[in-house]
Each structure stands twice: as C-alpha cells, then as structure tokens.
C-alpha cells in the first residue's frame, strides 16, 4: 500500500517557539492531504485540508495563522505550530489521499508526530 | 451536523467473537471506514464499506446499512493483539469524521 512518512516523530519544544512538521507521500503523489490532531484518549479532529498549490482549508476553531500548512509539491505538506504553547501538546497525525490510478476513497495515514511544549 | 457513536470501551476474550456497532448521520454519504489504532501510533486501514452488506476480510468484517445509518465491525478468533481502539469514520461532502473509537480490550 501507499506509505505515507512524518518526520519528526517526536519534539520537545519551549513555549513561544515554533515547529515544523514534515509529511511526505513516499510512493504516490497527493493532491490532496489532512492534518489530524488528538488529544490522550480522545479520537481525530481534523484541523485541515491542504491542497497542492492552493491555500488550505481550515476546520472551524483552527487558527490558521497559528498552524500555518504548506503543500508545495505533490508528495510534502508542512504543517508549522507558531508560538506554540502546552495546550497545543498534542499527536499531530497526516494523512494523503490517493490519486489517480489508485482506489481513490482510501486515506493512507502517516506514523504521527508527538509535539510536547513545556 | 455530522454525528458518529460508537460505544467507549469493551471487553472481550481471547478466541471469542466481539461486534463493534456505529451509528452515524452525515451530510452526504460517500463511505464508511473502519481503522485500528494502538496506543501511540497512527490509525490502520481496516475496511471500507460504501454499499450495503458485509465485506468480509479475513478475521475482520464489516457490515453497513445505509437507510440505518448503521455499521459494525466484526471480530472473529480475538487473539490478543487485537486490543486497541477501533475507529469508525465517514466520509459524507467532506473528508474523514471519525467516531470517538472503541477501546477493546483482549482478555485471557
């Protein structure tokens, strides 16, 4: 099946720093990709579509100047967490959907990225 | 609105049979999903269902009754690596909802 990586898959951050999450289609281009966040014991919120060349699009109650999303290439989306702050500790999860010359209904998920801001 | 219930946590026995239950309302209906998570890792891909029925794969089956709104997940010969959650998922005229999942847990 389609492999889908995020790197890193854990961080450390200080409050009011910022960081970038890297998720990458290894084996298939996407145009389209999701950014998911869950909390402990609580199941995936989506936060964003993000769309190869085009602006992402935010879910309701997402700051999109605080989770700034980058689709540049059809297989990177960049999902960076601006003055990050404890409440934003989370696993940031991606995933990619399938394009043409695939089953197109699947997201493929990537491994996760466990932010903690201290 | 979209709306997804699943129970919170169950538990079953090793070699047994467990039926996890979804029921769902969604603007639009283009698929159903099921996925396995573990503790601290991603969700799996499971199964998908877009028309009535039973898919069946493996020691894994789903079911799905669009005019219900309603889906379960089957789980045959429980082997104790099967405990994690168990996420149900639609997709209506946006991407993936996911149900809040059912933690099951695997006992000897």
């Known amino acids: 099946g389609a492999v889908v990586s995020q790197h890193p898959s854990w961080v450390i951050c200080k409050s009011g720093t910022s960081v970038k999450i890297e998720c990458r289609s290894l084996d298939f281009q996407a145009t389209t990709m999701f950014w998911y966040r869950q909390f402990p014991k609580q199941s995936l919120m989506l936060m964003a579509t993000s769309n190869e060349g085009s602006k992402a699009t935010y879910e309701q109650g997402v700051e999109k100047d605080k989770f700034l999303i980058n689709h540049a290439s059809l297989t990177l989306s960049t999902l960076t967490v601006t003055s990050a702050h404890p409440e934003d500790s989370s696993f940031y999860i991606c995933s990619a959907r399938v394009t043409s010359g695939r089953a197109v209904y699947e997201q493929y998920f990537g491994p996760g990225t466990r932010l903690t801001v201290t | ?108």
Not at chain 2, 91 to 104: A, D, E, S
């Open chain 2, 1 to 108: 609105g979209q709306n997804i219930d699943q129970p919170t946590e169950m538990t079953a026995t090793e070699g047994a049979i467990v039926q996890i239950n979804c029921t769902y309302q969604t603007s639009g209906f283009n698929g159903l999903f099921w996925y396995q998570q573990h503790a601290g890792e991603a969700p799996t891909f499971l199964s998908y269902n877009v028309l009535d029925g039973l898919e069946e794969k493996g020691r894994f089956s789903s079911f799905l009754s669009r005019s219900k709104g309603y889906s379960y997940l089957l789980l045959k010969e429980l082997q104790m690596k099967d405990s994690a959650s168990y996420l149900c998922a639609v997709r209506g005229n946006t991407p993936l909802v996911f149900g809040k999942g059912t933690r099951l847990s695997v006992i000897a």
